[in-house]
């Protein structure tokens, strides 16, 4: 009776060694589950922020791309304005020397007629 003890005693053991082993790549198999879960929840969530950052930046191009708009046209009417009163500047010179010239023309004129 003691080998069949002995044959059932090793049998056990081994049983138990190989449940233990089971158990233990189970839960190793579960860790890695819940790992690759965290991990793909983590990547949902990145997408999410991409996403929505995604968006954030083409309304922030389509803003500045306003205002470029607006500021190339307001650049252009400064243009526009400094180009006429450049234009009236010297034009009025050109008016004051002209009208000066005439002035001391008919000074002269004056002066050798009388």
């Given at each position: 009776m003691n080998?069949?003890?002995?044959?059932?005693?090793?049998?056990?053991q081994s049983e138990l060694i190989e449940v233990?082993?089971?158990?233990?790549?189970?839960?190793?198999?579960?860790?890695v589950i819940e790992r690759i879960d965290a991990v793909r929840d983590d990547v949902r969530s990145v997408r999410s922020d991409i996403h929505h950052l995604?968006?954030?930046?083409?309304?922030?191009?389509?803003?500045?791309?306003?205002?470029?708009?607006v500021t190339e046209k307001s650049l252009n009417?400064?243009?526009k304005i400094s180009d006429q009163?450049?234009?009236?500047?010297?034009g009025g010179a050109l008016a004051m020397i002209g009208g000066g010239l005439v002035y001391s023309g008919s000074l002269m004129l004056h002066y050798f007629i009388k």
């Amino acid at each position: 009776m003691n080998t069949y003890n002995a044959k059932d005693l090793f049998q056990l053991q081994s049983e138990l060694i190989e449940v233990k082993i089971d158990m233990a790549a189970s839960k190793a198999i579960e860790r890695v589950i819940e790992r690759i879960d965290a991990v793909r929840d983590d990547v949902r969530s990145v997408r999410s922020d991409i996403h929505h950052l995604d968006k954030r930046l083409i309304a922030t191009e389509a803003h500045l791309d306003t205002r470029l708009v607006v500021t190339e046209k307001s650049l252009n009417n400064i243009q526009k304005i400094s180009d006429q009163v450049r234009t009236g500047m010297i034009g009025g010179a050109l008016a004051m020397i002209g009208g000066g010239l005439v002035y001391s023309g008919s000074l002269m004129l004056h002066y050798f007629i009388k």
